[in-house]
C-alpha cells in the first residue's frame, strides 16, 4: 500500500488514475475514429474518408461535387464520374483529418463533414464489416467503451438508448 500522507489522498489519487484514464479515453476515440470508416458504404471512399473528431460538432457541409459548391475533390470526384460511366473502380478511404488527443473533462464530437452524411449513414453497406454499418457499431459503442474503461458513463448519441 502506498504510503499516502493526510489529507492527500484526492491529489494521490488524481496523479495515479488520471494518466490511466486518459489514455484509455483516448484509445476509446482513435478506436471509434477508425472503425467508423471501415463501417461506412464506400461508393467512391468520400463519406468514409470524412470522418472527423472534434471538440466541436463537425457541420456536415463539405462537398464533393464543384457543381454542390465543392472543389471536385479529387481522387473521389474522379472516381464517382468513372462509375457511373460503367468502370470498376476501387472506392478510395483515406482519412481526412487528424485524430487530436483529448482531456478526459473532453466532450468529444465524431461526425462527418460531407453534406450527404445523414443519407449516407443508413446507406447499406456492400460488404461485409465487423460490426454491420455505421449505426450498428454506434449502437454497441456503449458496450464496447468497458473494454476501455470497466463501468463507465458514456453518453452516446445517434444510438438507440439502452
Not at 26 to 39: D, G, I
Request: charged share 20%.
Amino acid at each position: 500500500m502506498a504510503n499516502i500522507p493526510p489529507g492527500k489522498l484526492a491529489e494521490w489519487a488524481e496523479k495515479q488514475l488520471m494518466p490511466q484514464l486518459t489514455e484509455g479515453f483516448n484509445s476509446f476515440v482513435r478506436f471509434a475514429s477508425t472503425q467508423l470508416p471501415k463501417e461506412s458504404p464506400q461508393y467512391t471512399g468520400f463519406y468514409a474518408s470524412s470522418w472527423e473528431t472534434s471538440l466541436t460538432r463537425p457541420a456536415p457541409n463539405d462537398f464533393l461535387s464543384p457543381k454542390g459548391g465543392g472543389s471536385g475533390k479529387e481522387p473521389w470526384y474522379g472516381i464517382g464520374i468513372r462509375r457511373r460511366r460503367g468502370e470498376q473502380v476501387t472506392p478510395h478511404v483515406v482519412p481526412r483529418f487528424d485524430i487530436p488527443e483529448f482531456k478526459l473533462s473532453d466532450t468529444v464530437y465524431i461526425g462527418n463533414r460531407v453534406n450527404y452524411a445523414r443519407y449516407a449513414v443508413v446507406g447499406k453497406v456492400p460488404f461485409t464489416t465487423q460490426y454491420g454499418g455505421v449505426m450498428p457499431f454506434v449502437s454497441q459503442l456503449k458496450g464496447l467503451s468497458k473494454n476501455y474503461f470497466g463501468a463507465s458513463d458514456i453518453r452516446i448519441t445517434g444510438a438507440p438508448r439502452s
